[in-house]
């Protein structure tokens, strides 16, 4: 049985990343800062909860000594607005607390390290599509430089220290309860209307951005761990999942919510910014190498969206 160290578990991927390895029979260690979170009330009594900070060095080495851990999800840092708002302190967690990490795993011989990454990193002016070979760093906030510094640390690590480091780039993550951020459109135009209320997006209707559903995110997350290090031919990898125009995405939603309001207020500023991000992922080397595919596309997550709605309303509201 597989012991996981998750940071940042009480997080959105972290959570969904835990029940998942719980209903697959595995251990779950959750580092975080929050001492709980509802976000697991339902998994609370199967998950230890060790409250840490990353930038912590010695917390960061006694959750992964004192549990004999297996495997480091490395999930935790601070997001975009706060790591805006304290710059310092985004680069104690988010840089200094990913070198913990990977120190850690070198010290106590952990199996692999798994750290996602995402499509913040190649920041304005990027191309229409991108894969691996599209190394634009032109980060314009301190949460995609950290992103971009963790992953080359942790490239350093694998052939320094032959540490076990496997990165998924991931575009923008869409599901039930993510409604923070520029991305959060396409969860807000599905949650708003099957909950019966009027959804104000701020994009246009012809802004575009990849996306990939938190189900396919988890699975990708847990397959990537576990494909046998002869298949892979890098340590870091572009994710892809779907990509369509507001307008498609918005016309699918109202294909099961007939009466949905979707209105479009087409904020000068958003929109500037979504038409600066890449509006394809080419995830070409995933597939060849270990056998990835997205399992939702646009109109399959509209539906498990809609019903994980239903089936668990006290959790999403």
């Known amino acids: 049985m597989s012991r996981n160290l998750v940071t ?44 840490g900070e990353l930038g912590n060095f010695a917390e960061v080495l006694n959750a992964v000594h004192a549990n004999g851990i297996d495997c480091i999800y490395h999930l935790g840092a601070m997001i975009t607005m706060p790591a805006e708002a304290d710059p310092w302190a985004a680069y ?50 301190i949460y995609a430089a950290t992103k971009i510094f963790g992953e080359r640390l942790g490239e ?37 209307p099957a909950r019966g209320r009027l959804c104000k997006l701020p ?10 559903y938190i189900k396919d995110v988890v699975r990708c997350l ?6 046998d290090e002869s298949r892979l031919h890098r340590r870091v990898y572009t994710i892809g999942g779907f990509s369509l125009p507001a307008r498609e995405m918005a016309d699918a939603v109202r294909r099961y919510v007939p009466d949905a ?23 070409s080397r995933a597939r060849q ?15 498990d969206f809609m019903a994980e709605l239903e089936a668990h309303p006290d959790l999403y509201g």
Not at 117 to 138: C, H, L
Request: net charge negative; glycine share 10%.
């Open 8 to 51: 940042g578990g009480l997080g959105y991927i972290g959570s969904n990343l835990s029940r998942r390895l719980l209903a697959d029979g595995e251990e779950v260690v959750i580092f975080d800062i929050l001492p709980g979170s509802p976000s697991i009330e339902d998994i609370k009594n199967d998950v230890k909860l060790v409250r």
């Open 222 to 227: 847990v397959s990537l761990r576990d494909v």
């Open 156 to 192: 350093y690590y694998h052939h320094r220290f032959g540490v076990n480091f496997r990165c998924p780039s991931f575009p923008a993550i869409c599901g039930p309860g993510r409604r923070q951020g520029l991305a959060a459109y396409a969860s807000l135009m599905v949650h708003d």
């Open 289 to 303: 190498d270990w056998g990835w595919s997205p399992e939702y596309d646009w109109d399959r997550t509209v539906q």
């Open 203 to 212: 994009i246009d209707e012809a802004g575009q951005m990849p996306f990939i």
């Open 261 to 283: 309001r979707i209105e479009f207020l087409a904020d000068e500023t958003v929109v500037k910014l979504v038409r600066g991000m890449p509006t394809r992922v080419d995830d």
């Open 92 to 141: 104690g967690t988010n840089a200094n607390g990913t070198y913990h990490v990977l120190e850690a795993a070198r010290l106590f011989h952990v199996g692999s390290v798994i750290f996602p990454s995402g499509i913040a990193t190649y920041g304005p002016g990027a191309p229409e599509v991108v894969n691996e070979d599209v190394f634009q760093s032109n980060p314009s906030q």
